[in-house]
């Protein structure tokens, strides 16, 4: 029994640890764009990223199986609504705007495929205000000076609940990160989080066109490139 304990008690420190470990990571803040590395011959790559799911409600504080089945269950003919009517098409407008953004900052802009995931480029340690990977490699084999990412994490509604009891109507909603990266560094050139939530005006449960967080949504995707416009 004292050694069922002991281990008990050994894994509860552990875990303990884990999560003192992962709350004393500082996240990386916002890098404004540094235009005085941004010229007319510039070679600058730009990698979009689109979310690997369709648009819907994304549930946050539901955090047990029975209240995230109820979460879900209130918000799923919102979900079949988003997954059956939007698509990645307002998205792309996102990465037209930034291509043409950085088209005015450089005669030598594009849109490229790395060929791989950025995931599984080497991790890099340099710390804050340096890219977590190490995307260095890139600039002699993709003959690139600047690359520069957009990635869509999630699109579609957010709605937060404490348990099962919903905090919030469901908004309009897009998820993500702007980032450019320094390819004799390494460094940030850019950094710019993405986490765009709109307030639907009015009623939002009005089955099955849900029209308030529809606006809501496309809302947010305006708001959004309006803070890259600013941003670029």
Not at 156 to 170: E, K, L, M, W
Not at 193 to 213: L, M, Y
Request: charged share 20%; proline share 3%.
């Amino acid at each position: 029994m004292k050694t069922i304990t002991k281990h008990l008690k050994g894994i509860v420190i552990f875990g303990f640890a884990l999560l003192l470990s992962a709350c004393s990571v500082t996240p990386q803040p916002t890098v404004k764009l540094d235009e005085s590395l941004l010229s007319n011959n510039l070679k600058i790559g730009v990698v979009y990223i689109q979310p690997t799911d369709k648009a819907t409600t994304h549930i946050l504080g539901a955090n047990c199986l029975l209240c995230y089945g109820v979460a879900s269950a209130l918000t799923s003919s919102l979900d079949t609504h988003l997954e059956s009517t939007l698509t990645n098409e307002e998205l792309d407008k996102i990465k037209a705007l930034v291509l043409s953004e950085y088209a005015s900052r450089s005669n030598q802009v594009k849109l490229v495929d790395l060929g791989m995931n950025i995931a599984d480029l080497k991790d890099s340690d340099k710390g804050l205000g340096f890219a977590t990977k190490d995307f260095t490699s890139l600039k002699q084999t993709m003959d690139l000076d600047l690359l520069v990412v957009l990635q869509i994490d999630q699109h579609g509604a957010y709605r937060s609940f404490s348990g099962y009891v919903p905090n919030t109507d469901p908004q309009g909603y897009v998820k993500g990160l702007l980032y450019a990266v320094d390819l004799n560094t390494n460094a940030y050139v850019q950094y710019l989080e993405i986490n765009e939530k709109v307030q639907p005006s009015g009623e939002w449960d009005e089955p099955t066109a849900f029209p308030n967080v529809t606006m809501s949504y496309y809302q947010a995707i305006e708001n959004v490139k309006h803070h890259i416009q600013q941003a670029i």
